[in-house]
């Protein structure tokens, strides 16, 4: 119980900012009628419970999963098993991701299906890239390197409209399901080599497997005639004019999340089972532990869902369209960043990432330090996605110098700061950005009558780059303190051994 109460209180922490920003907003700058503010608070408390939920049930289910299976994997030295488990794990576990289908419904002219199975192949390759990375003891920043070489390459041939959907694509598979079992196979494969390299290569899983999708999604793009791709998103927001009918509109989006969750846990559910019954053998305290945990995740993640899709979506499309067009529309881009600043609190696997780093680190890097760096990141991320709507900018403009830097960065900060950044950018784009941030861009570039395809889209690709920034930046920062700190000792133990020098004449 104390755990619980533990993990409800960092999630109101969390998730009281946003609602605040919202309500000042409401009250200020753009009506809101009480319905709608009324819906928003009871999404606001499905949040708080939601993530409270996932939190407790990801570390005492989700993470111990994904160890105990990569760490078993690593010790058969059978490459090809990990290769093959990796593969089936990206593509399955990807497909049943609901922040993927919520970005897939909002796209016409391309079967859903198609594209999820495009990003599910492409995390799967880029899985197996992962295992072979940390087995070969691959750096990242090469793997990242030739990675983004290729995707800036495909964006040369492939439709203007497609490219940001293909990086979005890449963003969104990273979710709150997928994260925290990911990361604990990559901690569990690299946790047998022991020593710091294990830890440097613990981190780096997240980020290919959202260089995977984008690739595929391209390749996808190719073949896909540019003129029928439009957004799907709707302009008109609906709200329920009595209580009884906000109450209603929940429960009627709880079967559907319900559903979207069940089907994103039973492979994850049933891979662990395969794994206990063949190999790994836990005791069944332990297994009842781990079962426990996923109704947790379970419960966690749908409160959270339909809270967010119900609540928090008409309130973000909204803002979008009264702030634009309204007569303070010269504050679209500051209040895009102050949104930004504290969106990231309310995202699930933000936190499992911090915690994750606190613990490899033995709290060296603290969990504070890089969810600050990341709010940094997001916010600055926001307020480019809302210049690019007002001013049409290209996508190319702000993403292509961004990576470039990043890359750069990558070969000279620590390592373990490259992996940490680039995992940073992926969970960063979770439900609150798809169902949140998306559709107050999308209210924005509709009001003005904008493509919402060229000018919409991308903004979880924006979102996802600037932690990189951020985060390595700050990594920069340690080690020019690190080396300064190690120069001051050496010139201390310098002059002490002068001063022992006895010279005679």
């Excluded at 780096?204 to 029928?228: E, H, Q, W, Y």
């Excluded at 504290?342 to 613990?359: D, G, M, N, R, Y």
């Excluded at 969990?367 to 290209?394: D, E, Y």
């Excluded at 609150?432 to 991308?458: D, R």
């Amino acid at each position: 119980m104390n755990a619980y109460l533990s993990k409800l209180k960092e999630s109101a922490i969390s998730v009281l900012p946003i609602m605040c920003i919202v309500l000042l907003l409401a009250l200020c700058f753009v009506p809101m009628s009480w319905q709608m503010i009324v819906q928003f608070l009871i999404a606001v408390v499905l949040l708080i419970f939601g993530m409270s939920c996932f939190t407790l049930g990801a570390d005492t289910a989700m993470l111990p999963i994904g160890q105990n299976i990569g760490s078993f994997l690593s010790k058969t030295h059978k490459v090809w098993l990990m290769l093959l488990v990796g593969f089936l794990m990206g593509v399955v576990i990807t497909i049943a991701e609901p922040d993927l289908m919520v970005l897939a419904e909002q796209v016409s002219g391309i079967n859903n299906w198609i594209l999820i199975m495009a990003v599910g192949i492409g995390v799967g390759v880029f899985m197996m890239l992962a295992t072979m990375r940390t087995l070969f003891k691959i750096p990242l920043n090469i793997i990242l390197t030739i990675s983004y070489i290729i995707i800036f390459v495909l964006s040369i041939f492939v439709p203007a409209e497609f490219a940001p959907l293909s990086f979005d694509s890449g963003s969104v598979t990273t979710g709150p399901i997928s994260v925290p079992f990911l990361m604990a196979f990559g901690l569990g494969l690299a946790a047998v080599r022991g020593s710091k390299a294990g830890s440097d290569d613990s981190f780096g899983l997240v980020a290919l497997g959202s260089a995977g999708p984008i690739i595929a999604v391209m390749i996808l793009g190719l073949f896909v005639d540019p003129s029928t791709l439009v957004s799907s998103e709707s302009s008109v927001v609906t709200i329920p004019e009595s209580f009884g009918g906000i109450c209603m509109s929940f429960l009627e989006a709880l079967p559907e999340h319900i559903g979207q969750v069940a089907l994103a846990l039973l492979p994850i559910l049933a891979i662990f089972l395969l794994f206990q019954f063949i190999m790994l053998k836990l005791p069944a305290k332990q297994v009842l532990r781990i079962i426990v945990g996923i109704v947790f995740v379970f419960v966690g993640i749908t409160l959270f869902f339909t809270g967010v899709s119900v609540g928090f979506l008409p309130v973000g499309t909204t803002i979008g369209q009264s702030i634009i067009t309204g007569e303070y529309s010269y504050l679209f881009i500051p209040i895009a960043c102050i949104i930004g600043l504290v969106i990231v609190l309310a995202e699930p696997a933000v936190h499992v990432l911090t915690k994750q780093v606190e613990q490899i680190t033995d709290g060296r890097i603290s969990s504070k330090t890089i969810l600050f760096a990341m709010c940094i990141g997001v916010a600055v991320s926001l307020g480019l996605c809302a210049l690019r709507v007002l001013f049409q900018i290209p996508i190319w403009y702000i993403l292509l110098p961004a990576y470039v830097i990043a890359i750069v960065l990558s070969f000279i900060v620590p390592p373990i700061f490259t992996g940490i950044a680039f995992d940073s950018g992926g969970v960063a784009t979770g439900a609150m950005a798809t169902t949140f941030v998306l559709p107050l861009i999308m209210g924005a570039c509709t009001a003005l009558g904008e493509n919402t395809m060229l000018y919409g889209f991308g903004t979880l690709a924006f979102i996802a780059v600037t932690p990189l920034l951020t985060i390595q930046i700050l990594g920069l920062i340690v080690k020019i303190i690190n080396k300064r700190k190690v120069d001051k000792e050496e010139a201390l133990i310098e002059k002490d051994v002068r001063a022992d020098i006895v010279e005679f004449d």
